[in-house]
């Protein structure tokens, strides 16, 4: 009986159900983070699902922030809460009148499909055409994806 009701606290605590909301976007972080408030006034962090942006201090990392305001900045937007990251940020897709700003921040060529998170084919097919017509980023010929720029800012931090 306690390995059973061990086992269902464990799945309670794994399951997330997605929640949508309605939001206004206040911040915008970089070009996969956004503030937003809801409509309860409380503010919420979150991060695009599925997407990985080049960070600020990358090439394209000040244009995919741009695009990423241009597209949702003091608007309100539909938010699908997907799941929660390790550092507690909220996973969201957004959307404004049922367009995917996530996918479409990948057609503009301004982040990758974060595939260690998604294997979306309509995501994948999106940044591959974004690739072949050298769209945003994929105009450099060799664009570091944001997991490896991280990672390389961390092994220099260690290593002073």
């Given at each position: 009986m306690q390995d059973r009701l061990t086992a269902v606290l464990f799945l309670s605590?794994?399951?997330?159900?997605?929640?949508?909301?309605?939001?206004?976007?206040?911040r915008v972080?970089?070009?996969?983070?956004?503030?937003?408030?809801?409509?309860?006034?409380?503010?919420?962090?979150?991060?695009l699902y599925g997407i990985d942006a080049p960070?600020?201090?990358?090439?394209?990392?000040?244009?995919?922030?741009n695009k990423?305001?241009?597209i949702?900045?003091?608007r309100t937007i539909q938010v699908v809460e997907t799941s929660q990251d390790r550092y507690?940020?909220?996973?969201?897709?957004?959307?404004i009148d049922k367009q995917d700003v996530n996918l479409e921040m990948v057609k503009k060529g301004l982040a990758w499909v974060y595939r260690a998170y998604t294997s979306d084919p309509i995501y994948i097919k999106a940044e591959d055409d974004a690739r072949a017509n050298k769209i945003g980023l994929w105009k450099d010929n060799k664009p570091?994806?944001?997991?490896?720029?991280?990672?390389?800012?961390?092994?220099?931090?260690?290593k002073q």
């Open positions: 605590l794994l399951s997330f159900h997605a929640q949508a909301f309605e939001a206004d976007v206040i972080m970089d070009g996969d983070t956004v503030m937003v408030k809801q409509i309860n006034g409380q503010s919420k962090k979150c991060r960070e600020t201090s990358q090439p394209f990392g000040p244009e995919s922030k990423l305001s241009s949702v900045m003091n507690g940020r909220s996973i969201c897709k957004i959307s570091v994806p944001p997991w490896d720029y991280r990672k390389q800012k961390r092994s220099e931090y260690e």
